[in-house]
């Protein structure tokens, strides 16, 4: 099958062991945004390196609650963008696809492929921020959003990634120990 790659792993996870992750990183992309709210970056480090962690580790499917969890979190809360949380309703959709493009990128290039981590980081990252900004141009071009999403869909979407992926390779260093 072709996306048989999605199921793949870069090490075999038990069935409890790869739910109880599963679990983690949804709770920790769902939650951070009621725990630390502000600012973007913080928040969106940490979800970037649990959608690292999740693509590193997660099977197919099990990625898709770690993938709609942060902006389902922002959204209920309504904190990171304060007064213009309303209007990330237009963007989740994007924002969930823009997630699944850095968890492809992963799942393909490196756990597939074995390109290097780095390379298929900086490659994911970057395909995610374009597609965000793209996204939200249009959308402010349209005028269904304010001019600040195009800052907080650009290149702080880049940075949250890549700063994310560099934590999730050290944190998946020491699991892979333990």
Same mark, same amino acid.
């Given at each position: 099958?072709?996306?048989?790659?999605?199921?793949?792993?870069?090490?075999?996870?038990?069935?409890?062991?790869?739910?109880?992750?599963? @679990?983690?990183?949804?709770?920790?992309?769902?939650?951070?945004?009621?725990?630390?709210?502000?600012?973007?970056? &913080?928040?969106?480090? +940490? @979800?970037? /390196?649990?959608?690292?962690?999740?693509? %590193?580790?997660?099977?197919?499917? =099990?990625?898709?609650?770690? +993938?709609?969890?942060?902006?389902?979190?922002?959204?209920?809360?309504? %904190?990171? *963008?304060?007064? *213009?949380?309303?209007?990330? $309703?237009?963007? @989740?959709?994007?924002?969930? +696809?823009?997630?699944?493009?850095?968890?492809?990128?992963?799942?393909?290039?490196?756990?597939? =492929?074995? $390109?290097?981590?780095?390379?298929?980081?900086?490659?994911? /990252?970057?395909?995610?921020?374009?597609?965000?900004?793209?996204?939200? *141009? &249009?959308?402010? =071009?349209?005028? $269904? %959003?304010?001019?600040?999403?195009?800052?907080?869909?650009?290149?702080?979407?880049?940075?949250?990634? @890549?700063?994310?992926?560099? +934590?999730?390779?050290?944190?998946? /260093?020491?699991?892979?120990?333990?």
């Amino acid at each position: 099958m072709e996306y048989e790659f999605l199921k793949k792993q870069e090490y075999g996870l038990s069935y409890i062991q790869e739910n109880i992750e599963m @679990v983690v990183y949804t709770a920790v992309c769902f939650f951070v945004p009621f725990f630390i709210g502000h600012p973007q970056l &913080v928040v969106g480090v +940490i @979800v970037n /390196a649990a959608l690292v962690l999740g693509a %590193l580790n997660l099977r197919s499917y =099990k990625m898709l609650p770690v +993938i709609m969890a942060p902006s389902l979190g922002v959204l209920s809360k309504g %904190l990171l *963008f304060g007064s *213009f949380t309303v209007f990330l $309703v237009y963007m @989740v959709p994007f924002i969930w +696809i823009g997630n699944s493009i850095l968890v492809y990128a992963f799942k393909k290039m490196y756990v597939h =492929k074995k $390109v290097n981590r780095w390379l298929t980081l900086l490659t994911g /990252a970057l395909a995610k921020m374009v597609f965000l900004f793209l996204a939200a *141009f &249009v959308l402010v =071009k349209m005028g $269904v %959003l304010p001019a600040p999403f195009l800052t907080a869909m650009g290149i702080f979407q880049f940075y949250t990634a @890549v700063t994310g992926g560099f +934590i999730a390779f050290g944190v998946h /260093a020491l699991k892979k120990r333990i």
